[in-house]
């Protein structure tokens, strides 16, 4: 079975007033003079001893702190994983007088100061305005792959569906004290890096690693690292990630996106195995899906694979089960998404929430308190 792995970017705000905290350096010395998490976990997870994941660390701005588990094959692990570094991640910001809140973007106004490391720094001076109001936050779901071949295969076969994954995950309607129109504005402000968003179908490694080669001798991309497509070859690991979703508010959601991109993954080389073709779908009518995706999220239309044609959104959601419904048999995890995803459809994204609390109570702070509660529980 292929292993899953989940990095979340998590938020630092003031518990009280809902204000974004730049403690992140603080908060990370505090969490590694803490006890190791694995101590936390029955079994400690299936990572190897020197395997990835299993760490808590900084990010571009000091206003947030990233979190990744060790590759699992069983969601059970993955969401006491995700529990488990969630809850560490806490405790080391309360130490410092903050919290951690599970928000793709920040919905009170903020400065975000960047991490004073040599990378970020010339990210900030190369890119700007970009870079400086960067404070986003997403979820990153690596994949196994059995090689470089059956990873590029299988970026070309669900580039399509990706959007879908935007769309279930949308947590970020706010930015900068105001509503952004969108489900996911994290999305919309992530795609002002120049490497990001979908890219054609490539074929062969080959032709995808002199793309990434030619990206990074422009000087634009300064690193491989800054390589931002929607989904891409990891450069350390035998993973595929898959980087399109917003960091979820609930720990069940992000479990629901780590199976359906397993599920995907796992259906895209099978294709691949039996010569299937990938859907020659330009990269620009890709890039309108992930926009849709990101404008209304899960209460609009989506546009179907199958046509780029707009759709009911629970009507593409339930073509993506249909999709990967075999490898989700295979997996045993199909009745677990069942399950997850008739939850997440029943209460609504994290959108949907932030939305009407500030509906109830008029005050940006009470949707952030709300969000540090939920993170924490």
Do not use: K
């Not at 993954?265 to 926009?291: H, K, M, N």
């Not at 929430?353 to 924490?376: H, K, N, P, Y």
């Amino acid at each position: 079975m292929r292993s899953v792995g989940v990095e979340e970017e998590l938020l630092l705000v003031d518990g009280r007033t809902g204000e974004p905290r730049a403690v992140a350096g603080a908060v990370l010395r505090r969490a590694a003079a803490a006890p190791e998490v694995g101590s936390e976990l029955p079994g400690g997870g299936d990572r190897p001893a020197d395997g990835p994941g299993g760490t808590l660390e900084g990010e571009l701005h000091q206003q947030q702190v990233e979190t990744d588990t060790p590759p699992q094959t069983d969601l059970s692990q993955l969401a006491d994983q995700l529990r488990t570094w969630r809850r560490r991640a806490d405790r080391a910001a309360a130490g410092e007088g903050a919290r951690v809140a599970a928000l793709a973007t920040s919905p009170l106004p903020v400065t975000p100061v960047t991490t004073p490391t040599e990378r970020y720094l010339r990210m900030a001076q190369h890119f700007g305005l970009t870079q400086a109001e960067q404070l986003t936050c997403g979820c990153h779901v690596h994949v196994s792959v059995e090689s470089p071949e059956e990873g590029v295969a299988v970026l070309d076969r669900i580039r399509v569906w990706l959007p879908v994954l935007t769309a279930l995950s949308a947590n970020s309607p706010y930015w900068q004290g105001e509503d952004s129109g969108y489900a996911s504005f994290r999305s919309q402000a992530w795609g002002r890096w120049p490497t990001a968003g979908p890219i054609e179908v490539q074929g062969s490694v080959e032709r995808y690693r002199a793309l990434v080669r030619d990206l990074v001798a422009t000087g634009v991309a300064l690193d491989e690292g800054m390589v931002y497509f929607d989904a891409r070859l990891s450069a350390r690991y035998p993973t595929l990630e898959v980087r399109v979703a917003d960091v979820c508010l609930r720990v069940d959601d992000a479990v629901l996106i780590a199976a359906l991109a397993r599920g995907l993954v796992d259906t895209a080389a099978r294709e691949w195995r039996e010569r299937v073709p990938a859907p020659p779908v330009p990269s620009t009518l890709v890039r309108l899906a992930g926009w849709r995706a990101a404008r209304g999220g899960m209460d609009d239309v989506l546009l179907h694979p199958a046509d780029l044609r707009p759709r009911p959104a629970r009507e593409v959601v339930t073509a993506l089960v249909r999709h990967v419904r075999p490898a989700l048999e295979r997996s045993g995890d199909a009745a677990l998404v069942h399950t997850l995803l008739a939850d997440l459809l029943g209460r609504g994204t994290g959108a949907r929430r932030q939305r009407e609390i500030l509906g109830r109570s008029g005050r940006l702070a009470d949707v952030v308190r709300d969000a540090v509660e939920v993170t924490a529980s």
